[in-house]
């Protein structure tokens, strides 16, 4: 564990990307096998689910520590991180066990699960009474499956590739999936050759990036393809041989969930991926996102539910066929391809459709709409771009439409997590009913350090009222919040969830009493339906 | 003693004590200032007169300018205010800094200042006071804050310092000017001789410890460094405002670490956007508060400046009269405010 908490300590140490990606090589280089594919599988973001519940590891520590609940809970409020608050309450004393390397503790951490409650804590305890306060972090870390160093996915790549001296891309790919952090697969991914590989890979996704000024600067609108951007779940349906899979965005194999899907996936020449937007669509167009959020939080699909709400592919890109990966081709032959593909797949498959316009101004007309149509705005794509890797600027791009706007009053505030621990930084904003402030929004994002600072210096001096972590404040400061959109909902006491919010400034200009009313956002909603 | 007056009470002025007639680090200009020590949030320009220890005078000088009325007393020695004895006693926070302690007809209340119990060579070492009422500030009241010998922190920026001067790099320290830039100067000193670079801020605090008998590592001022110095290898202190600044262009490359109590948790570090962190407070961590309080001996705890919630809450389940007591001394969040001279201390 003590290797492993270096690699931590030497990543975290440092705010620089090269010198984290440095610290990763030179970490990898010399990690044995067993401990590095376990290294690399908690940097690329994966956890073993529910370990241990998060209510008896907090009555472990308390056990441990001597601390009573409540001073745990301060404790935390002040961190904002379990894993850290634990390594911190608890003060371990001894280090007799040596240092015993990160495959052996694993091996150890997934028994966690066989165990009985009183078994668990009482390994919990020796196993904290066992680690230094840095191990005893790291190790809290992989317990609570909270892993977050601050590398990106594409730093871990780029180190990884560097090891394994094979360009970027192909290490990407050979991540993509699901693996198991073993020794083998850790020689595997860095092999020159891989023997079979999996047929139900998918590629690393190529994302479009935020088109902040006007089209015009992209040149001739004639270069580009434009189509909707539809707010649905990205995906990938691959067809290899028996093989057929859908891959969401997050790498989670999602096939089960899309039958229909899958079910026209498997009339798919072998050898095909495409990428889309999966989408909740009847006949010609498409249902609200919360029906495909409904759909989802269901646990069987039986036919009530795949009739209330259908899921369609809505492909936008072929990215191999008939075995050959076309990524490096230029998209407008891929369109090409694509709309042969599709063809006869529909209703579940279809093709993206293009918005065309003669010229930006046109184009600029069409996307005012897509709030109407319920997509969030245009893509626009060079139509000679390659089918890259990650989201560099310059080949796609996406123009949503300009976000909808409230101004809300600030009525409840909890402590942030990581970066924000120990401020007042999750905020709670509310609209006027009658004379009553009603919570809308919660929204973390978009203010300045200072104004942070500021607010939160506020908020202590002016809380009403303290509920465990949340504190409810006088109103009196008015914020405006963008969202993406707005949709009833039952479960709300307002009757309405507003996706996507995030504050744009501070309105300092504005009183309570000038904030928005509930009517307003009934107006836009129904603006939306 | 329920009903006699409270010797001290919170006034919107600052901490008011009657029967002597004086304000204890008021934070509004009041007639008569009884000072503990030399910050920002303590030390507040615009009264008629001062008492402070006579170590904290030439900073107190520089804080509240050549006019102010300041008078000097020695740690220990008891002078009449009023109808009130007052002495002042090492805190072991800076230079001069001190508890103050006020007796009144047999009753005695002791203010602790911002305090700390690790050893410091800078200031003398903080001395128990027995009380009746003892007022202690909390700015680190949660059991999460323990701190590690000071010389072994010394050692990690030290071993920090080596890194970066292998890389060829400037490894620019944030500290506050008043204080703990010293404290790293004499704890450095032990270890090394190397020449430090300092921040235009810091330089005339420490000259000021300098003529006070602190030893120092050598130092000289980055205005001073020849035209064209990158500063490759050198540690540079610099205040914690300077972070972010044009003035930070000078150092290309430079990696930067910031030195408080508040970097024993990561996600504050990752706040402030440092790559290193290193843990070194001025003020008592968890356990110093509860040995200081039990030492004090005192029957009633008046808790101020910083998370006094939880250190009143686990006095009280533990069967002591302990309270919040409000004041304007900056101790909750770990903002930091930056002046010419000195910032909220940390
Ligand atoms: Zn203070
Ligand atoms: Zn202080």
């Given at each position: ?5 270096d690699l931590y300590?030497?990543?975290?140490q440092?705010?620089?990307?090269n010198?984290?990606?440095e610290?990763?090589v030179a ?11 376990w ?10 689910k529910?370990?241990?519940p ?7 520590a308390v056990?441990?520590s ?6 745990l809970?301060?404790?935390?409020a ?10 911190l309450?608890?003060?371990?004393l ?7 390397p990160?495959?052996v ?12 409650a009183?078994e668990?804590e009482?390994?919990?305890r ?6 230094p306060r ?5 190790f ?6 909270a892993f ?9 790549v ?10 970027a891309a192909?290490l990407?790919?050979?991540l993509?999936?699901?693996?198991a ?6 020689r595997g991914?860095?092999?020159e050759e891989q023997?079979?590989?999996?047929l139900?890979?998918?590629y690393?996704?190529f994302?479009?990036s935020p088109l902040?000024?006007e089209p015009?600067s992209?040149g001739d609108?004639a270069a ?12 990938q349906?691959i067809r290899?041989?028996?093989t057929?899979?859908?891959?969401s965005?997050?790498?989670e ?5 899309f039958?229909?899907?899958a079910t026209a996936a498997?009339?798919l ?9 999966l ?5 010609e167009a498409?249902l ?6 409904t759909?989802?939080g269901r646990?069987?699909l039986d036919?009530r539910v ?5 899921v369609a ?12 990966d076309l ?19 529909a ?5 993206s459709e293009e918005v065309?316009a003669?010229?930006w101004?046109?184009l600029?007309?069409h ?8 997509v969030?705005?245009?893509l626009?794509?060079?139509r000679?771009s390659?089918?890259?890797?990650g989201?560099p600027?310059g ?9 909808l706007?409230m ?11 990581g ?14 009913q009658?004379?009553a402030?009603l919570p809308?929004?919660?929204a ?7 104004e942070?600072e500021?607010l939160?210096?506020?908020i ?6 303290k ?5 409810s404040?006088?109103?009196?400061h008015v914020?405006?919040i963008?969202f993406e959109g ?8 307002s ?12 309105r ?5 009493a000038d904030a928005?009313t509930?009517?307003s956002l009934?107006?836009?909603l129904?603006?939306?339906a | 003693?329920?009903?006699r007056e409270?010797?001290?009470?919170p006034?919107?002025a ?7 007639g004086?304000?204890?680090d ?14 920002a949030?303590h030390?507040?320009p615009?009264s008629?007169a ?9 900073i ?14 020695a ?7 009023g ?5 002042l ?12 302690r ?7 209340w ?33 059991p999460?804050?323990r701190?590690e ?6 050692a990690e920026?030290?071993?920090w ?18 204080g703990?830039?010293?404290r ?17 801020a810091?330089a ?9 008998g ?6 000289r001022l980055?205005a001073?460094a020849?035209?064209g110095?990158r500063f ?12 972010g600044?044009?003035?930070m ?11 408080s ?8 570090r990752?706040?402030?956007s440092v790559?290193?962190?290193?843990v070194?407070?001025?003020h008592a ?9 039990a ?11 910083g998370?006094t ?5 686990w006095l009280?389940?533990?069967?002591l009269d302990?309270r ?23």
């Amino acid at each position: 564990m003590r290797r492993f908490a270096d690699l931590y300590e030497a990543i975290d140490q440092t705010t620089s990307t090269n010198r984290k990606v440095e610290a990763m090589v030179a970490w990898f280089r010399a990690a044995d096998p067993a401990d590095a594919a376990w290294a690399l599988w908690f940097l690329t973001g994966n956890r073993i689910k529910r370990l241990v519940p998060t209510r008896e590891l907090r009555s472990a520590a308390v056990a441990a520590s001597g601390y009573p609940e409540w001073m745990l809970a301060e404790s935390y409020a002040a961190v904002g991180d379990l894993a850290e608050t634990l390594a911190l309450l608890v003060d371990s004393l001894a280090d007799d066990e040596g240092d015993l390397p990160l495959h052996v503790w694993m091996a150890r951490v997934v028994t966690l699960p066989t165990l009985d409650a009183a078994e668990r804590e009482a390994a919990l305890r020796r196993w904290w009474a066992a680690l230094p306060r840095r191990e005893r972090y790291v190790f809290n870390k992989l317990l609570t499956g909270a892993f977050r160093v601050g590398v990106s996915h594409t730093l871990v790549v780029r180190a990884l590739a560097e090891v394994a001296g094979v360009p970027a891309a192909t290490l990407a790919h050979r991540l993509m999936g699901s693996w198991a952090p073993t020794a083998e697969a850790w020689r595997g991914l860095l092999g020159e050759e891989q023997g079979t590989e999996d047929l139900s890979r998918p590629y690393p996704f190529f994302l479009a990036s935020p088109l902040e000024g006007e089209p015009a600067s992209l040149g001739d609108p004639a270069a580009w393809l434009a189509e909707w951007k539809w707010d649905g779940i990205r995906a990938q349906v691959i067809r290899r041989e028996g093989t057929i899979a859908v891959w969401s965005r997050g790498e989670e194999l999602v096939t089960d969930r899309f039958p229909e899907v899958a079910t026209a996936a498997a009339r798919l020449p072998s050898g095909t991926v495409l990428d889309g937007e999966l989408m909740a669509w009847r006949g010609e167009a498409p249902l609200p996102f919360a029906d495909l959020q409904t759909r989802i939080g269901r646990k069987k699909l039986d036919k009530r539910v795949l009739d209330a709400v259908p899921v369609a592919l809505v492909a936008f890109d072929v990215l191999e066929a008939d075995g050959v990966d076309l990524r490096e081709r230029p998209l407008s032959e891929r369109r090409a391809r694509l709309a042969e593909i599709v063809a006869p797949l529909a209703p579940a498959v279809r093709l993206s459709e293009e918005v065309r316009a003669p010229d930006w101004e046109g184009l600029a007309t069409h996307r005012q709409g897509a709030r109407e149509l319920g997509v969030e705005g245009l893509l626009l794509k060079r139509r000679d771009s390659a089918y890259g890797v990650g989201r560099p600027r310059g080949p796609w791009w996406k123009w949503k439409v300009a976000p909808l706007t409230m101004d809300g009053v600030l009525v409840y505030a909890q402590a942030g997590h990581g970066k924000r621990a120990g401020l007042y930084t999750d905020y709670t904003f509310a609209v006027w009913q009658d004379g009553a402030l009603l919570p809308v929004a919660k929204a973390y994002s978009g203010l300045t350090n200072v104004e942070i600072e500021e607010l939160d210096r506020w908020i202590r001096r002016h809380t009403v009222e303290k509920f465990g972590p949340v504190r409810s404040l006088e109103p009196v400061h008015v914020f405006e919040i963008a969202f993406e959109g707005i949709a009833p909902s039952p479960r709300h006491k307002s009757g309405v969830a507003v996706r996507f919010p995030r504050i744009l400034r501070w309105r300092r200009d504005k009183a309570a009493a000038d904030a928005d009313t509930l009517a307003s956002l009934q107006a836009l909603l129904r603006v939306q339906a | 003693m329920g009903t006699r007056e409270p010797l001290l009470r919170p006034t919107p002025a600052g901490l008011w004590c009657e029967p002597g007639g004086f304000y204890v680090d008021p934070w509004q200009p009041v007639e008569r200032a009884v000072l503990t020590h030399a910050h920002a949030d303590h030390a507040r320009p615009g009264s008629a007169a001062y008492l402070a220890t006579a170590p904290s005078l030439p900073i107190l000088r520089r804080r509240l300018g050549p006019d102010a009325r300041l008078e000097s007393i020695a740690y220990g020695e008891v002078r009449r205010i009023g109808d009130v004895d007052v002495s002042l006693h090492p805190a072991g926070h800076v230079l001069g800094s001190a508890q103050l302690r006020i007796a009144h007809q047999g009753e005695v209340w002791v203010v602790s200042g911002d305090y700390k119990r690790a050893p410091d060579p800078t200031c003398a070492a903080f001395e128990p006071v027995p009380c009746d009422t003892f007022v202690t500030e909390a700015t680190f009241g949660l059991p999460i804050y323990r701190w590690e010998p000071p010389e072994r922190t010394a050692a990690e920026i030290l071993a920090w310092w080596d890194t970066t001067r292998a890389a060829g790099r400037p490894a620019v320290l944030f500290a506050y000017a008043l204080g703990k830039a010293q404290r790293i100067l004499a704890e450095l000193a032990r270890l090394t001789d190397r020449e430090v670079y300092l921040h235009g801020a810091i330089a005339p605090i420490v000259d000021i410890y300098r003529e006070a008998g602190v030893a120092m590592l050598p130092t000289r001022l980055v205005a001073d460094a020849p035209a064209g110095h990158r500063f490759a290898g050198d540690l540079v202190l610099a205040t914690p405002g300077s972070q972010g600044s044009p003035w930070m262009k000078r150092f290309p490359g430079a990696e930067t670490a910031l030195a408080s109590g508040w970097m024993r948790v990561r996600g504050t570090r990752r706040r402030h956007s440092v790559d290193r962190g290193f843990v070194l407070s001025d003020h008592a961590d968890w356990p110093a508060l509860l040995d200081t309080v039990a030492a004090s001996g005192a029957e009633r705890i008046l808790v101020t400046h910083g998370s006094t919630e939880p250190l009143v809450r686990w006095l009280c389940e533990r069967g002591l009269d302990a309270r919040t007591l409000p004041t304007a001394w900056e101790g909750e969040g770990d903002v930091i405010v930056e002046t010419p001279t000195a910032g909220a201390p940390g």
